[in-house]
């Protein structure tokens, strides 16, 4: 039996077209547009036009370019998947902004049926080709005096809103105002100037105005600063405008993009490396391919590399700024720290700039870690926001420089500091050594509060931590809770034993064995006047809830969560407490 060949059911195929490769209807017009522009560039010669007239449920597009014979009519337009704008090896030729050989039936998602009047600028005789959308075509000759092409579309009943006048308009000038030959719709050109980023000025400061200008009417944000961009490999042009307002690192960076003037589309992702999302760029590429719905950039290698050569420019931007107007790369900084601390996780030029300029939070007041590194030669860092807040007081009154690494990236930037100075290595802080900077008491003080200290231990054991006794600044403060880093890991495994069963209970319970038992300790702070008081209480259950008060107070200063035993303790300490405050001789009954 002889083969058969496939038959494709055009409804079908607009249908999946319309729902699942294109955007919107509007779409329809870039198309008929697109293959104007790709006859006239097929051609060559002399400029071109396109002409597009509006009329009551109709739409008729004009071209004065190639043109096709009555053979390419049925090779071409009536196969769908079949181009003129490859090569033999069926690569797309780069000149053309077509390539799939499925554009024109685009024209069925607003239309049943569609018109081709042509001439080929070849020779032969003028034909018509009439499609339906069900399918059925049939070829005709025609009349036709210049070689050129007319498209024309009946609207389909409910699309005539898509065919509107206004409409039309709208679309020719997103898609095509940059074209580089007139498109008129009904008389009115479209296009003007080309790309406004290559235009000539008189000055430079004229220039930027102009552009400042573009970018209000694109974006609607007046430019902190604009970046000329240009990629040649990728026939690249365009321009960069930084946000003047700050943007969430999250948001995805979209650009106008347009591919041999064409708009591709006003949300183009992965132009751009995810840093730089404090830019917006309008850019024109003559390299760069689409995908088949031709609203998004094919990742390629060309992408990738164009993606690079983009970031890099920024990054030159970003550098130069540093060397020539520290004041403007301050006021860039306060709006978009988050997007360059991101680029220091990679990039040690912008590590450079972060050390040098960005303020961190220290417990000497906001500064930037060189300086910090200065001052404080043997500081040290916390990864972690309450961390810092539990002890920039207490380390800073004892000298021990704090910053405070516990915001995004900070932590990450800090450790990758010795990258570009080796002796910028700052030291995370364990908590347990700042108990060595605490002044340790005289023996005859520290022999007479052995009582004191044996009850104190008392009220605290069930809770696992220890009570010492020391001498710190600031004298504010009466007590401090300090968990070490291995202490709050054992507090941790104890908590989950608590709450597993019996199995997990006895694994976590042969972990929590192994180590030295490095428990958290309460520092009482002998320069306070309230603690001072409390040693010298001798009556023992007035010290233990007394102690049991100091140590819920810490907690909650400090931030450490409170388990259940913990409040329960800060409650019957508050009772305890006010109780012999209400019963103290001298209160009437
Ligand atoms: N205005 C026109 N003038 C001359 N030839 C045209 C015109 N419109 C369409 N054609 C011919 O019809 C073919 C199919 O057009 P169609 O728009 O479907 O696909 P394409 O432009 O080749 O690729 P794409 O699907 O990427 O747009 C084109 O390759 C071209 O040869």
Redesign the pocket.
Known sequence: MADQSFQVDLRGVVDLLSRHLYSSPRVYLR?LL???V??ITARGGGPGRVRIETGPGELRVH?D????TEDEVHR??ATIGR???RDELGFARHDFL????????SAFLVADELEVV?RSARGGDPVRWIGYSDGRYRVEPAERAEAG?T?TLRARPGAGELLAPGTVADLARTYGSLLPFPVTVDGREVTGGGPPWLAAHPTPARRRRALAEYCRELYGFEPYDMIDLEVPEAGLTGVAFVVPQQVSPGARGAHRVYLKRMLLAENVEGLLPDWAFFVRCVVDAGELKPTASREALYEDELLESTRQALGERIRQWLVTLAETDPARLRGFLRLHHLGVKAMALHDDEMLRIVDRWLEFETSAGPMTLAEFRRRHPDGRYTADVDEFRRLSAVSGAQGVGLVNGGYVYDTEIIERLPRIDPDAALRRLDPAELTTHFGVLDPGTELALRPFLAVAQRAVESLGCEVVVRDFDPASLPALYLTSRAARHQEELEEARRQADELWADVLGALSRTGPADRPQLVLNHRNPLTRRITALTEEGLIEVAVQGLYGQALLLGRHPLRAADTAVLNRSFLGLLDWAVHKPGVAE
């Open positions: 198309e697109q293959n104007g790709d006859a071209d370019g190639v043109g096709l071409l337009l181009s003129s704008k077509g390539q799939f050989g499925i554009g024109l039936l042509t092409t498209v």
